[in-house]
């Protein structure tokens, strides 16, 4: 069973920076193509991808708020998976949720329909 932990969401000033952790579970390391993957969800709003790498190549995947301000990478155990976001904005606050798939593929941005295992989230908030 694959089980993710996220850890590192607090409260930001804008402008600020926040690393976020998602602890991956040994069992995903079974699995020769997977894919983890961060979303985010704010009041009132649908959850939505912000990045995704996949193993079978390191390929990687920003939705277009998040291209030029977010990055997503992972450790060399794939133990686990970090998202830094600079410059956040008060539009970057919501509850944020790792996922993780074991087909080994992602849409460009993540969609939610292809992650099948989640965390419980840590919330960002962002103050102006």
């Known amino acids: 069973q694959v089980q993710l932990a996220e850890s590192g969401g607090n409260s930001v000033q804008a402008g600020g920076s926040l690393k976020l952790t998602c602890s991956v579970s040994?069992?995903?390391?079974?699995?020769?193509?997977?894919?983890v993957a961060w979303f985010r969800q704010a009041p009132g709003k649908e959850r939505e991808g912000v990045a995704a790498?996949?193993?079978?190549?390191?390929?990687?995947y920003y939705s277009y708020s998040a291209k030029s301000r977010f990055a997503i990478s992972q450790d060399n155990a794939g133990k686990a998976v970090y998202l830094q976001g600079n410059s956040l904005e008060p539009e970057d606050t919501g509850m944020y949720y790792c996922?993780?798939?074991?087909?080994?593929?992602?849409?460009?941005?993540?969609?939610?329909?292809?992650?099948?295992?989640w965390g419980q989230g840590t919330q960002v908030t962002v103050s102006s």
């Open positions: 790498l996949c193993r079978r190549d390191d390929s990687t």
């Open positions: 040994q069992a995903i390391s079974t699995y020769s193509r997977y894919c």
């Open positions: 996922a993780a798939n074991i087909i080994g593929r992602s849409r460009d941005p993540p969609q939610r329909a292809d992650f099948t295992y």
